[in-house]
Structures are given as structure tokens and as C-alpha cells.
């Protein structure tokens, strides 16, 4: 099914996805349409030109390929599936998700990874090619968060307050330098070949998604950042 | 050893003519207050552990147990209370942030006891709830502003998803974690033989809990714990949790030691790890940005259920329920500074927010000013004590109330206020598994049953009394009311006239 959004809101595009039994949907010009694909399960979405916020928020297990940039709360809670965006995104991209993966070509905003979680068979990843803003992977509680820095000639790329409150799952940032001001509780290493094969399957799809050679990727520099605690916060109480 | 500096908060006063050593209460005490000694042949008692739960007094087969303060006291002072200085003492040997349970218990005015109902005499006749129809039924939600019929008679207005409650009492959000699974299976099953709600918490739902959705609340909290299509999905109506009375402004936190295999099943997170919920929902920094997530659950869920926002009573609580009325919200629930907790800071349970009576009036008079109080329902909570503070509640505009203490007191809480130490005696608030077997659920559910059942007559009693027979020509009817011992400001803020006048 192929759906113009030129001028139809999102309350009506919206509907007209779930209604409809077509596996394979693509829609052209999307100007800005929120919740695209919101809680949608088993379909493959196309989206030509810039969805709105809350892309694929509570996805459960469809996949979503964006050709244009992406906005906030891409993938807001997303249970399982797959974005695919060909540009840059906004905030809060993969905001707890819990599963499935979110490949982003271009760049993305502040607090990529908030509180994301793992959990069993649940195992969420998040691959950006370019540099993230502030407050990276805060709060994150499994998963992996990739950071690709392309374009960065090698300085970190990623904002302040990187991995504030993490608590379980682990970041690879590919860079030449530690990235700054990393809290007490983010342990940072420079990854081993080891913890480079471990996210092969991740670059390798990210750059077979973005037509990027992969070896050259993962030739780089990268620093492996995981929590020192599970629990950071056990000593802060005095029971009263 | 290290010298103590203050003394146990309780005396242990054991009856040693009634006691018979059965060694009951040893067997109960979690905190390990009593043992045997086999040498001396008696029961020897630890006050120092003690947090006056109330469980072996009442487990006692000899009644030979008693529970006192300690009569104990510092020097007398005002202003340096034996309360005060104690939690200095804690402070210096452990350099920890006073962490607390239950409601905010210190003497701030109980604005519920300082208002008093009407009755009719003479000339509007009392209505007798034994002998005439009554209507405590309400529904939550939005409300048209004008109704069309079609030719047929059927209702043209599209009607937006409501909640229907037989009686305008709803559980109180507790999560799965901060309180057991007896004790929820407990809400559940009352709440759906009582044709209410209970809300989950911020927790996620247990798969066996499922089968209640009907009468479940799912709550989506900044953490998102357990948050899937599926409970969306399973509940009858959607919370989102922006603040909570007991702790306004600071997220909620549930240590990795309480997140066994069932927890952490339902929370969807690892076992052992922290369960952190920041402060803010950090996709969250206005009514617009509260707008989006309003109507990503909207449209995950196909615009069939209610979207409730919950938020804690704060100084500028009506523009900020102004706003959420304008977010598409269909039922906003206001939390007062009095409302339970499983653990919150001391200094944050007992000095932050305002009373949910104040908050309340303020609310319900904003939303009428602004011509949208039909545009969203209000729940409050943060202390709601009996159907008395029911009545109140909605005579100054509450559509419901929701209740969490009084359900726990239900329960068998006896409000020792240490649910934070995961060691409750009475099973509610513990996930030890030997605890948690205490709380036979078929009892709770079937007390708690019983408690909405009383407060249901009772509220069919008062507003009965004042020639009134349905819930609905109770809402915001303020004249029902009077204060007693206020002040001009307060009466101004309740709306309400003073006794006598």
C-alpha cells in the first residue's frame, strides 16, 4: 500500500496504516506526522520525507525505514523491531526501549539510549553513524549503544554528561579520545579485539544498511564504557 | 562497640505471667526483636530492632506482648524535638540520606477535620439508602459539552472512552516490588468483584494478573518498567505517573535486593539491578511534550482508553492541571503531600507538597473558571481516610478518590512506616517469600471487599442525609460543606463558608 501524507494528519495516516492488511506500506511526503508506526507489529513501513515525533514508539516487531531525518522519541519504548534512518534525529531517540535494533546514518540529539533496558531474550541496540548530544545512554540499564563518530576526525562524538546514572549495558565509542567528563560510576576502557568482535554484527549491519565498509569501521579506536555497579545508588540511605 | 547515641524508639513490654513461651512471636518478628533463651528459660526481647509493626501483639496467644514508646526522653525542648535530634545522630554516624516509608506523619492540619457536612431538616427530607434508590456510580472521563440525538433516539455525540465505577473509590498506584504479589492479587481480585480499579503501579503487570485487566489501571512511569503493547493493551485505562504525593519532584528508586527472578519478570528488567525512575520523564519539559506522550498511548492503544495523568499536589497545582486539561488527558489524579509510599527521602515526604484538600478546591475552581472542567475527570488521593473524606472529597469536586493506605490498613498494615527495609511482617510490603505467604489473599480480598462495601453504605448514608441520592448532585457542590476553626484565607481557598454562617 502506498499512502500520499501530503496534507492528511496524523490521526487519519495513522489509521489508515493499522487498517490496513498490506505488510508493505510506504509513505510519501511525510511532513511531519507524528507516531508513525506507533505500537504497529509485523508490517514493513516505508517513510519518505520527515516523519514527526514518537516514530515507532512501543513498536512491536515491525520494521521502519526512514528516507529523510527522523525527530524526537524515535522508537519511545520500542518492544521489538527495526528503524532504519537515512539522515540525522532528534532526542530521546530509543528512549527505554527494551528490544529490537535503531540504526541512525546521520547524526542524533541529546539523550540517545535514556533508560534503556535488557531483559532475557530482550537485548536492545542502537547504531549511530555520526556524533550524539548531551546526556548519552543516561540511566541505561542494558543494551548496547554504538557511536560511530563518522565525520568526527577522531574526537569523541558525543556531549556531556555521557552515561549520567548508567547501570547496566555497555557503549562503544568510537573515537581517539576518552570521552570527558565521564561520571565515577562509568567505567571507560579502550574496547579489545574481544569487545570489538562482540559488536560485528552491529557495524556490519549498520554498514550494509548505509553502504559504509565495515572493516574500515571497526578499524578504528573505540572506548568500551560499562557501569561499575548495578546498584550505584545503595549506599545513599540512612533508614530513618 | 560503638556508643549509641539515641535510644530505641519502642519499649518491648512483655507480660511474663501471660506468656508461655511459645515462641510465636520469635517466629514472626522479621526484625528479629525476640529470642528464646534456653539457658535463662525465658523470652528476651530486643527493642532496638523493633519498628512497633504490631505483629506479635497481635499473633500473641496471651495477649502478654505490648508495644510503648519509649518512655525515655532528652531533655525537653521545642524546638529541638527527641524526633529532630535523633535524625541528627543517624545522620552523623551514617552520612545517608534519611529514607522513610508511609505518609507524611507529622501535625500539619488535616483540612478533612476542619470541614463538616450538611444534612436536611424540614424542608428537603432526608433519603433513607435502606429503603430508597441510591446512585454512587460514576464515570471517569471526558464529558461532551452538549449531547445530540439521532432520529432514532440513539445518541449522536461521540462519546470518548470512560471508566465506570460503581462507587467512586479506585486502589492507589503500588507497584508489583514496592508491595507483594499477595498483596496485589488482593487489590485485583477486589477491585474487579467490587467494580472498581486498581492500578498497577509503576511495576508492569504480572502475567497470572492479566485476567483483571478489566479493572486495572496500568501506569506508564518515566522508568517505563514493563511497559509493552500488551499491557497497554490489558488495562482498562492508561496512568501516566508524573509525580507522586509523598515524594513531589524525585523519581522513584526499588534497590536491586528487591528485584527477585518474579520482579524483575514483570518489571522486564534484569534481576539484582536497581530499578531507577529519574525524577523526570526526561522526553517531558512541557504540556506540549505532555501532549505527545498523552497521544502516543492514544494512538498505540486506538484512542479506546482513558489516558490518566497523575501528579503530586505542588504550590502551582491548578495552572499545571489547567494545562494537563488542555493535553488531551482524560482524567487528571492529584496526589497530596499525606499520600503513602514504599520508600521515599524524610526530608521530601515531610516538607514537600500541600494538602490534597487545598489542592483540590484550588483545581476544581481553576478548571470551572477556564470553562474545561468537563474536559477531564478528577481523581484525588494523598490521604483519604473514610467514606467522611470521600464526601468532602467530592463535594468540593472530586469525581473519585483513589486509596492506598486505607487499603493496605485493609491488609493488615499497621503503619510502622518501614516499608523501606523490604522486612513487613504483615506481607504487603516485602517480597521475602516466607513474609509474603502471611497475606492470604482470598482474607485480603475478601476485607478489602468489605471496606469499599461499608464506605459505599456509609456514603449512601450521608449524602442521603442531605436529600441528595446520587454522587453525581455531590460533585462540587460546596454548600454541603462548612469549615470549622479556618481562617478567612483558607475558606477562601476551599470555597467553602464557615460553620454558622
Known amino acids: 500500500m502506498i499512502i500520499n501524507a501530503n496534507e492528511v494528519g496524523y490521526y487519519d495516516l495513522n489509521k489508515t496504516i493499522v487498517a490496513s492488511t498490506d505488510t508493505e506500506i510506504t509513505v510519501k511526503n511525510a511532513m511531519g506526522q507524528r507516531y508513525i508506526g506507533c505500537g504497529v507489529a509485523g508490517k514493513r513501513i516505508t517513510v519518505e520525507g520527515t516523519?514527526?515525533?514518537?516514530?515507532?514508539?512501543?513498536?512491536?516487531?515491525?520494521?521502519?525505514?526512514?528516507?529523510?531525518?527522523?525527530?524526537?522519541?524515535?522508537?519511545?519504548?520500542?518492544?521489538?523491531?527495526?528503524?532504519?534512518?537515512?539522515?540525522?534525529?532528534?532526542?530521546?531517540?530509543?528512549?527505554?526501549?527494551?528490544?529490537?535494533?535503531?540504526?541512525?546514518?546521520?547524526?542524533?540529539?541529546?539523550?540517545?539510549?535514556?533508560?534503556?533496558?535488557?531483559?532475557?531474550?530482550?537485548?536492545?541496540?542502537?547504531?549511530?553513524?555520526?556524533?550524539?548530544?548531551?546526556?548519552?545512554?543516561?540511566?541505561?540499564?542494558?543494551?548496547?549503544?554504538?557511536?560511530?563518530?563518522?565525520?568526527?576526525?577522531?574526537?569523541?562524538?558525543?556531549?556531556?554528561?555521557?552515561?549520567?546514572?548508567?547501570?547496566?549495558?555497555?557503549?562503544?565509542?568510537?573515537?581517539?579520545?576518552?570521552?570527558?567528563?565521564?561520571?565515577?560510576?562509568?567505567?571507560?576502557?579502550?574496547?579489545?579485539?574481544?569487545?570489538?568482535?562482540?559488536?560485528?554484527?552491529?557495524?556490519?549491519?549498520?554498514?550494509?544498511?548505509?553502504?559504509?565498509?565495515?572493516?574500515?569501521?571497526?578499524?578504528?579506536?573505540?572506548?568500551?564504557?560499562?557501569?561499575?555497579?548495578?546498584?550505584?545508588?545503595?549506599?545513599?540511605?540512612?533508614?530513618? | 562497640m560503638a556508643l549509641n547515641y539515641f535510644q530505641p524508639l519502642f519499649d518491648v513490654i512483655r507480660d511474663k505471667d501471660r506468656c508461655i513461651k511459645c515462641r510465636a512471636c520469635e517466629r514472626q518478628c522479621a526484625n528479629e526483636v525476640h529470642h528464646y533463651d534456653a539457658e535463662l528459660d525465658k523470652m528476651i526481647s530486643n527493642s532496638q530492632t523493633c519498628v512497633d509493626c504490631q505483629r506479635c501483639v497481635c499473633i500473641c496467644p496471651t495477649s502478654a506482648l505490648k508495644i510503648t514508646d519509649n518512655p525515655n526522653k532528652f531533655r525537653n525542648n521545642s524546638n529541638w524535638s527527641q524526633r529532630v535530634m535523633t535524625e541528627v545522630y543517624k545522620q552523623a554516624e551514617t552520612g545517608g540520606v534519611l529514607l522513610c516509608a508511609m505518609g507524611n506523619p507529622k501535625e500539619y492540619p488535616v483540612y478533612w477535620d476542619k470541614i463538616l457536612l450538611n444534612a436536611s431538616q424540614v424542608t428537603n427530607p432526608p433519603i433513607d439508602p435502606?429503603?430508597?434508590?441510591?446512585?454512587?456510580?460514576?464515570?471517569?472521563?471526558?464529558?461532551?459539552?452538549?449531547?445530540?440525538?439521532?432520529?432514532?433516539?440513539?445518541?449522536?455525540?461521540?462519546?470518548?472512552?470512560?471508566?465506570?465505577?460503581?462507587?467512586?473509590?479506585?486502589?492507589?498506584?503500588?507497584?508489583?516490588?514496592?508491595?507483594?504479589?499477595?498483596?496485589?492479587?488482593?487489590?485485583?481480585?477486589?477491585?474487579?468483584?467490587?467494580?472498581?480499579?486498581?492500578?498497577?503501579?509503576?511495576?508492569?503487570?504480572?502475567?497470572?494478573?492479566?485476567?483483571?485487566?478489566?479493572?486495572?489501571?496500568?501506569?506508564?512511569?518515566?522508568?517505563?518498567?514493563?511497559?509493552?503493547?500488551?499491557?497497554?493493551?490489558?488495562?482498562?485505562?492508561?496512568?501516566?505517573?508524573?509525580?507522586?504525593?509523598?515524594?513531589?519532584?524525585?523519581?522513584?528508586?526499588?534497590?536491586?535486593?528487591?528485584?527477585?527472578?518474579?520482579?524483575?519478570?514483570?518489571?522486564?528488567?534484569?534481576?539484582?539491578?536497581?530499578?531507577?525512575s529519574p525524577a523526570p520523564h526526561h522526553d517531558i519539559y512541557s504540556i506540549e511534550d505532555l501532549r505527545q506522550l498523552v497521544f502516543s498511548l492514544k494512538e498505540a492503544t486506538e484512542y479506546k482508553k482513558p489516558i490518566i495523568v497523575k501528579i503530586a499536589a505542588v504550590h502551582n497545582v491548578a495552572a499545571i492541571a489547567s494545562g494537563i486539561a488542555r493535553s488531551g488527558a482524560d482524567i487528571i489524579a492529584i496526589d497530596g503531600y499525606r499520600g503513602g509510599t514504599g520508600a521515599a527521602p524524610t526530608r521530601i515526604r515531610d516538607n514537600v507538597g500541600i494538602p490534597i484538600e487545598l489542592a483540590l478546591a484550588s483545581v476544581d475552581q481553576r478548571l470551572r473558571d477556564e470553562g474545561i472542567r468537563n474536559e477531564v475527570s478528577v481523581v484525588v488521593a494523598g490521604s483519604v481516610r473514610s467514606s467522611s473524606d470521600v464526601v468532602k472529597a467530592i463535594a468540593l469536586g472530586a469525581d473519585a478518590c483513589y486509596i492506598g493506605t486505607a487499603a493496605l490498613l485493609a491488609l493488615g498494615c499497621h503503619l510502622c512506616r518501614s516499608c523501606q527495609?523490604?522486612?513487613?511482617?504483615?506481607?504487603?510490603?516485602?517480597?521475602?517469600?516466607?513474609?509474603?505467604?502471611?497475606?492470604?489473599?482470598?482474607?485480603?480480598?475478601?476485607?478489602?471487599?468489605?471496606?469499599v462495601h461499608a464506605w459505599d453504605h456509609e456514603i449512601k448514608e450521608m449524602i442521603g442525609g442531605m436529600g441528595i441520592n446520587s454522587i453525581e448532585a455531590l460533585r462540587g457542590n460546596r454548600l454541603m460543606l462548612r469549615g470549622i476553626g479556618l481562617n478567612e484565607k483558607e475558606l477562601e481557598i476551599l470555597g467553602i463558608r464557615h460553620a454558622g454562617q
Open chain 1, 51 to 240: 516523519p514527526g515525533n514518537a516514530l515507532g514508539a512501543y513498536l512491536d516487531g515491525s520494521r521502519i525505514v526512514v528516507y529523510g531525518n527522523g525527530q524526537d522519541a524515535i522508537g519511545d519504548t520500542m518492544n521489538n523491531g527495526e528503524i532504519i534512518v537515512h539522515g540525522s534525529c532528534g532526542d530521546t531517540t530509543g528512549y527505554a526501549m527494551r528490544s529490537g535494533k535503531i540504526f541512525i546514518k546521520g547524526n542524533a540529539g541529546y539523550r540517545v539510549g535514556i533508560h534503556m533496558k535488557e531483559y532475557h531474550e530482550f537485548f536492545p541496540k542502537i547504531v549511530i553513524g555520526g556524533k550524539v548530544g548531551d546526556f548519552l545512554g543516561e540511566y541505561q540499564a542494558g543494551g548496547i549503544i554504538i557511536v560511530l563518530g563518522i565525520g568526527c576526525d577522531g574526537k569523541a562524538p558525543v556531549g556531556s554528561f555521557c552515561g549520567t546514572g548508567m547501570h547496566g549495558g555497555r557503549m562503544f565509542i568510537r573515537s581517539d579520545e576518552i570521552p570527558a567528563g565521564l561520571p565515577v560510576q562509568v567505567s571507560c576502557t579502550e574496547a579489545t579485539d574481544e569487545d570489538k568482535a562482540s559488536i560485528d554484527e552491529y557495524v556490519a549491519e549498520f554498514a550494509e544498511n548505509f553502504g559504509y565498509d565495515k572493516s574500515e569501521l571497526l578499524s578504528g579506536k573505540f572506548y568500551k564504557l560499562t557501569p561499575n555497579t548495578a546498584s550505584p545508588y545503595k549506599q545513599l540511605y540512612t533508614h530513618n
Open chain 2, 130 to 276: 435502606l429503603r430508597e434508590p441510591m446512585e454512587t456510580r460514576v464515570f471517569l472521563g471526558k464529558k461532551p459539552r452538549s449531547v445530540t440525538f439521532k432520529e432514532d433516539g440513539s445518541i449522536d455525540t461521540k462519546i470518548t472512552p470512560t471508566l465506570e465505577l460503581s462507587t467512586p473509590i479506585m486502589f492507589s498506584a503500588m507497584s508489583y516490588g514496592s508491595i507483594s504479589r499477595n498483596a496485589h492479587e488482593s487489590l485485583a481480585r477486589a477491585a474487579a468483584e467490587l467494580g472498581i480499579y486498581y492500578n498497577t503501579g509503576e511495576g508492569g503487570l504480572h502475567k497470572d494478573f492479566y485476567k483483571y485487566g478489566p479493572n486495572t489501571i496500568v501506569q506508564v512511569a518515566s522508568g517505563r518498567f514493563g511497559v509493552f503493547k500488551d499491557y497497554l493493551e490489558t488495562g482498562a485505562a492508561i496512568e501516566i505517573k508524573m509525580g507522586q504525593g509523598a515524594k513531589p519532584g524525585i523519581g522513584g528508586h526499588l534497590p536491586g535486593a528487591k528485584i527477585l527472578e518474579d520482579v524483575s519478570k514483570t518489571r522486564m528488567i534484569p534481576m539484582g539491578t536497581d530499578a531507577i
Open chain 2, 421 to 451: 527495609t523490604g522486612k513487613c511482617n504483615w506481607g504487603i510490603a516485602t517480597q521475602r517469600p516466607d513474609l509474603v505467604k502471611r497475606l492470604n489473599p482470598n482474607i485480603g480480598y475478601h476485607r478489602l471487599v468489605n471496606l
